[in-house]
């Protein structure tokens, strides 16, 4: 389900005050869960940790997190401390001492390891987990807001496809009488040219069961009835058991029902009618079949 959601906070640990950490989230429909992280490598470390909150809130979709350790004046240098150059200081004797011919530090050198040397705050990890569960908080409200519009076009789908099955059902006993009659005609018709009259009672009777036979096997009540069942299931899952989990796989399998229905009713089709009546049913349960992808 498509989503977004962000969440950053200032750093009040000691020597770390000018840095903001932040998470954003972006979220786009998948049948599974597919998670991916963008983050510095020092902060790596705590990807096993924000996955585990992930898969715990969420059970499908592709979801990009992307955290992030900035100053939040991005055009300012932070400024060394006292003891970081005490420490460069020693570390630049200790070098010499062993290599005199290198050359000593600049200032722009340290002002460049200044910059890189943003080092995380080593007990960041209570605070990220819980910037992010605010913004997977904020992520659930908004693809809940969105389920809400997709719930309502989809009972709106159903609809359209009930009134199509109406449609359909009047159909029925005259294609089957249509069908018995033209087959039960056209062997009268080769009777006619040169059968024996003491036989024409009997093959009259076998021509009508033969025509029966083949109405029962063009006769699409069947999957009528059953396009209406499913039908109802999903309504039914949509209105009354939309926060269970699990019910966006639910849903992907009555879809996949309702597809192979309509794709019997149009091969088992013997008029142009019920055949744009398929093909209007398979538009719209195609339109389902990816909105329910949005579906948890």
């Known amino acids: 389900m498509t989503g977004y959601a962000s969440a950053q906070t200032q750093l009040s640990q000691v020597g770390f005050e000018g840095l903001r950490l932040g998470i954003e989230i972006r979220s786009v429909n998948s049948r599974f869960l597919d998670l991916s992280f963008k983050m510095n490598d020092d902060l790596r470390s705590h990807e096993p940790a924000l996955r585990e909150l992930f898969m715990g809130a969420l059970k499908?979709?592709?979801?990009?997190?992307?955290?992030?350790?900035?100053?939040?004046?991005?055009?300012?240098?932070?400024?060394?401390?006292?003891?970081?150059?005490?420490?460069?200081?020693?570390?630049?004797?200790?070098?010499?001492?062993?290599?005199?011919?290198?050359a000593p530090l600049s200032v722009a050198d340290i002002i460049k390891l200044c910059t890189q040397g943003s080092q995380t705050p080593p007990d960041i990890?209570?605070?990220?987990?819980?910037?992010?569960?605010?913004?997977?908080?904020?992520?659930?409200?908004?693809?809940?807001?969105e389920g809400k519009r997709l719930v309502q076009s989809l009972l709106e789908r159903i609809e359209q496809l009930h009134g199509l099955t109406q449609q359909a059902s009047p159909l029925i006993p005259l294609l089957v009488e249509q069908q018995r009659q033209r087959f039960l005609d056209r062997w009268t018709e080769a009777m006619a040219l040169g059968a024996n009259q003491a036989?024409?009672?009997?093959?009259?009777?076998?021509?009508?069961?033969?025509?029966?036979?083949?109405?029962?096997?063009?006769?699409?009540?069947e999957e009528l009835t059953r396009l209406n069942s499913h039908l109802t299931e999903i309504k039914t899952c949509l209105t009354q058991s939309a926060v269970k989990e699990g019910v966006g796989k639910r849903l992907d399998f009555l879809i996949q029902e309702l597809h192979r229905e309509s794709n019997t009713l149009g091969s088992k089709s013997t008029t142009m009618e019920l055949s744009k009546i398929s093909v209007d049913m398979k538009v719209l349960i195609e339109q389902m079949r990816e909105q329910v992808q949005n579906l948890e």
């Open 125 to 145: 990890r209570p605070t990220l987990l819980e910037l992010t569960k605010k913004a997977l908080h904020q992520l659930i409200e908004a693809r809940a807001i």
């Open 60 to 102: 499908r979709g592709k979801v990009e997190a992307k955290v992030y350790l900035e100053h939040q004046e991005p055009d300012a240098l932070s400024q060394p401390s006292a003891k970081f150059l005490q420490e460069l200081a020693q570390l630049q004797s200790l070098i010499q001492a062993s290599l005199p011919q290198a």
């Open 199 to 221: 036989n024409m009672e009997s093959a009259q009777e076998r021509a009508l069961a033969e025509a029966t036979s083949y109405a029962i096997r063009i006769d699409v009540a």
